[in-house]
């Protein structure tokens, strides 16, 4: 039996109306909670849903669901898995439009963008769907006598709990069930209350087409994330999100001695190399860094350039964040929508105001596309600090919003330790006319992904790329083929006696 048929997984509702969504358990949608607003963010009268904060009775409920179907759904076959993945990424696909359309209202992140990130889930779903085969057969070790073996199987965990941020919910959801689905786990899904709407609807969509219970859905917030963390039958949590919260989560998951996967935020420096063409550096950073508003955990932070070209960089880069558009999410001229919540929209106001009171020069650029829309939403135009120094607040600390510092280096072994010289280490990236210049410098730099002339968009297909963070910027891997071992765990088999054929 599947949980939810298609129609009931994405209702209709009529134009200007909210869009009610109970937390999905054990296949049925259950209203129960306070009710949260989801609010739009470029318009503060626009309630585009309504979810309900759910604690530790849902989990519970959640949780039993999800243990009473996970070993029937383990012993699914790994073709079976990959069928069904593959069902899912047809509907996420069926479906895109209408999912772009609602998350970019509750995120505020530029449609175009958002319905990018739609088609991503899917092709998330069909790569993972690829690199089943293979993945999750046993090995054999003969142990030379007769009737001598070890064999070595992967083993899903059961139930997982994945928690996910707000700022690219779908596809961050999509990296985390996509894998944990294949390797065989039945997923209990927290969402963020900053964007639950889009990604409870690509949950259900999965979910119809899973048997009922193996996805299940609990929105709320930092309740029902301990109560994840606290229950023995949840045997692994993965979580995305900032640092601050993954310290909670481990402490409390360290209580309960439960492995963790961790995406964290970075700090991704962007090293200019002194023959690197300019102006195509500066459209690929400015497309990276005033993404969904510098919302991105892995987008260009901070810019590197040798001193002598540093001003004729600030220069490029400045006009081309001068023709970002910023306004409504929905208006197909906006390239930047408005920032997420108060808080986000408070921080980087009042980092700019300390970064302009430490005497650096803040520019203030981009166009705005409705001026009479602003004072109705969290909007802020793009900044550039042209010279910031490496000590600097906002070249130290991950600022996460569109205000970006360039920093002039000395030599490249200067701009190497620089980059290194942070507690994040996720994304980066190298820009030169000469790659082998380039790679040379990337083999130096700590992160999980080097980008050699871009960052953000690996020309070869971000599906083989493994995605995580050195140092504070996470623990384990997501996406590409590993991403499914993070979710698998080993279990042998020492097969003495047993026949040839059962191992
Ligand atoms: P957040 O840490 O505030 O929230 C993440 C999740 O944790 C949400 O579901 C939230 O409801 C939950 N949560 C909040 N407070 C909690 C608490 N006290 N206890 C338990 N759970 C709690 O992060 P955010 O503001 O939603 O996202 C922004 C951060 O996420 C940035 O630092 C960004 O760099 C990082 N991020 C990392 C990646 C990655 O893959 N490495 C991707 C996107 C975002």
Redesign the pocket.
Known sequence: MSALDTASAFPEVRPGEPLTLGHLVGGAERRTGTPIEVRNPGRHDEIVGIVFEGGAAEVDEAVRDAADVADAWAATSPAERERLLREAADLIDAHADRIAELAARENGSALSIVRAETGACAISFRAIADALAGRLEDEVYDGGERGVYVRVERRPYGVVGC??????PLI?TANKLAPALAAGNAVVL?????APLGVTILARLVASVLPAGVVAVVNG??DA??ALIDDPRVRKLSF????A?AR??LARAAAALKPVHL????NDPAIVLADADLAATADGIVASAFRRAGQV?FAVKRVYVPRERQAELAELLSERIDRLRVGDALDPTVTMGPLNNAMQYRRIEELAERTAGAGREVRELGQVASPEAWPQGYFLRPRLVPDAASDDELVVE?Q?GPILPVVGYADEAEAVAQANATPYG?ASSVWSSDPEAAAHIAGRIEAGVTFINSHLFSPAGSRWIP?G?WKQ??MGW?GSPHGIDEYLQFHSVDAQGLARSRA
Do not use: D, H, R, Y
């Open positions: 928690i996910v941020p707000w700022n690219a961050l927290k969402p963020s209350p900053n917030g930092a994330v301990s995305t999100g900032g640092g919260t909670i989560v995406e964290l935020g970075g955990c991950e996460f996720l995605f963070g910027s996470g997501e």
